[in-house]
């Protein structure tokens, strides 16, 4: 199956139903059946990546998408899938996102939008959104404050930009003194929700940085919105070593029209480079989608907007 016959068969999920006021139930399951019409290739390398961690917990899937005008970007992250070629991209996203376990998104973060829009806004430029442009957005986890914070997230490109560099580094391709990762494994940090949600029913919670076995390194780190608890130097120097290690360990990836990167949020810090943004209709344009891999976990929430 080429990316053709993806294409028509997302668009025959979608049939004559106009999707921009689904519910996140009803955009996932429309995209069900659409995991059966996925390349056998596609099942292969996302069950490799799930089962191995392959290529330092983040796959790249490409050519997902043929050659399509996907008309002017939506206006914020919350907007709706406002277009029949927008749904049909999500789709595509939630259909990869099915392998990995379930879509959902949080209540407070962008109007609870099972599919997302990650769109250059206007004023937004330097603040660390994915709707910023010109300013670099740091490093960071999805949602780091939260023990509910996604397993993995995808990002599907509909349109890309030159310089805009998806950067990431893999927790146990960190290089750290071994007193700096003792620090690091101390629950001797705060984190903090950040700007992009919206009365979150939790606010910050208290948290080691590294954990798990050496073979399985686990990271929750923001370069912005976590601090050490009240003036513990150590910790706070600690920070400063992660962040040279971290730079030091960086892999990136400029995303192209059809690319599908797919990071795993518990063991993978990831960034983006600045980038120019027109506000001419035709600017970056992914559509990003959180998946929880726990079953048990969905089911204590009762529901995939959290
Ligand atoms: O725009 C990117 O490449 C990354 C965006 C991002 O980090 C996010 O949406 O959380
Ligand atoms: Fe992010």
């Not at 998104?105 to 603040?127: C, K």
Request: aromatic share 6%; hydrophobic share 40%.
């Amino acid at each position: 199956m080429d990316a053709a016959d993806l294409w028509r068969a997302a668009g025959d999920r979608l049939g004559s139903t106009d999707f921009s006021r689904a519910s996140a139930d009803q955009l996932v399951s429309a995209a069900v059946p659409l995991v059966a019409e996925l390349p056998a290739e596609v099942h292969r390398r996302v069950h490799e990546y799930r089962v191995r961690s392959a290529h330092s917990d983040v796959l790249l899937l490409r050519g997902l998408l043929p050659s399509v005008e996907f008309g002017p970007n939506p206006m914020a992250s919350g907007a709706p899938l406002d277009t029949e070629q927008a749904q049909r991209g999500a789709m595509i996203l939630l259909a990869v996102a099915l392998l990995l376990g379930e879509p959902f998104n949080f209540r407070s973060l962008y109007d609870g939008q099972v599919v997302q829009h990650v769109v250059p806004v206007p004023r937004m430029e330097n603040t660390q959104t994915s709707e910023s442009s010109s300013g670099t957005l740091d490093w960071h986890v999805e949602d780091g404050f939260s023990p509910d914070r996604c397993d993995y997230f995808g990002l599907l490109c509909l349109r890309g930009a030159e310089n805009a560099v998806t950067r990431y580094a893999a927790a146990r391709d960190l290089r750290l003194p071994a007193e700096v990762r003792r620090v690091l494994a101390e629950p001797r940090f705060e984190m903090h929700a950040d700007s992009a949600h919206v009365s979150p029913s939790v606010t910050k919670s208290v948290t080691p940085v590294l954990f798990g076995p050496d073979h399985a390194l686990e990271i929750c780190y923001d370069d912005h919105y976590l601090r050490p608890v009240d003036g513990d130097d150590e910790a706070k120097e600690a920070l400063a070593e992660l962040k040279e290690a971290l730079d030091e360990a960086k892999a990136g990836h400029v995303l192209e029209p059809g690319d599908l990167i797919m990071l795993d949020n518990r063991r993978v810090v990831h960034a983006r480079t600045p980038f120019r943004a027109a506000y001419d209709g035709h600017d970056r344009w992914l559509l990003r989608t959180m998946v929880c891999s726990s079953i048990a976990r969905l089911h204590r929430h009762g529901s995939r907007i959290i």
